[in-house]
């Protein structure tokens, strides 16, 4: 059964740690995806990598980074967070470029609590 | 203007009634992909389209790519339905995903 893989479902913080969400898929996908979702705005891309090492900035990439070292794995980082990136993250992987099936599969999700 | 607009935003239905929520999209795209939210976060994947119609169970998802409108539609609905549903496109000659607002779905016993 395919997974991605989101290390915690639940986090709370406090403004201005700097707080790292990490997602780990096992279908060697290229592209990894982290989604931040609000009600009534839908999913919002933050930043996507199409290669290990590569990433591009998504709509909403201010106050956020990402790494992915290595290919199974794509991390979100929040520098300095703050309360207005109290929101549900969502990772995604999809195959690369060129794949017949370009279907993506979700995590379960991270809701982070800023306070 | 969001890329993907969904309607309804909030949908209550009544058990055994048949549902349809719409999906429209103003980009080019390579798939549409219609996802299920349960209350707790987690998205599946329902269909991937990128033309004509795919039936799963109660489940129907249609698009016309003339018209760039899709529907999902649910047969026979049971209250275990009850989700939210979302409208997601991915955008021609990339793997971005674009996704719309989502439609709540309640379906009383």
């Known amino acids: 059964d395919v997974k991605v893989t989101q290390s915690s479902r639940y986090l709370v913080k406090r403004t201005g740690e700097k707080v790292f969400l990490e997602c780990v898929q096992d279908?060697?996908?290229?592209?990894m995806f982290w989604y931040r979702q609000d009600p009534g705005l839908g999913l919002r891309l933050i930043y996507f990598?199409?290669?290990?090492?590569?990433?591009e900035k998504g709509d909403i990439p201010e106050g956020y980074s990402v790494s992915r070292e290595k290919k199974e794995r794509f991390s979100l980082i929040l520098e300095s967070a703050s309360t207005n990136q109290t929101s549900m993250y969502l990772c995604?992987?999809?195959?690369?470029?060129?794949?017949?099936?370009?279907?993506?599969?979700f995590g379960q999700g991270t809701r982070l609590t800023v306070v | 203007k969001n890329e993907v607009e969904q309607s309804p935003q909030n949908l209550t239905a009544q058990e055994g009634e048949f549902i349809t929520i719409n999906c429209s999209y103003s980009?080019?795209?390579?798939?549409l992909h219609w996802l299920q939210q349960h209350p707790g976060g987690g998205i599946v994947s329902l269909f991937m389209?990128?033309?004509g119609k795919k039936k799963h169970g109660r489940l129907i998802a249609t698009i016309n790519i003339q018209e760039k409108h899709s529907s999902l539609h649910i047969t026979a609905s049971h209250p275990r339905d009850s989700a939210v549903y979302i409208c997601?496109?991915?955008?021609?000659?990339?793997?971005?995903?674009?996704f719309g607002a989502g439609t709540r779905l309640t379906v009383k016993p």
């Open positions: 995604a992987s999809s195959p690369g470029t060129g794949a017949l099936n370009t279907e993506a599969f």
């Open positions: 279908m060697d996908h290229e592209n």
């Open positions: 990598s199409y290669d290990v090492k590569m990433k």
């Open positions: 980009v080019g795209i390579s798939a």
């Open positions: 389209l990128s033309s």
């Open positions: 997601a496109v991915t955008k021609y000659n990339n793997n971005d995903m674009r």
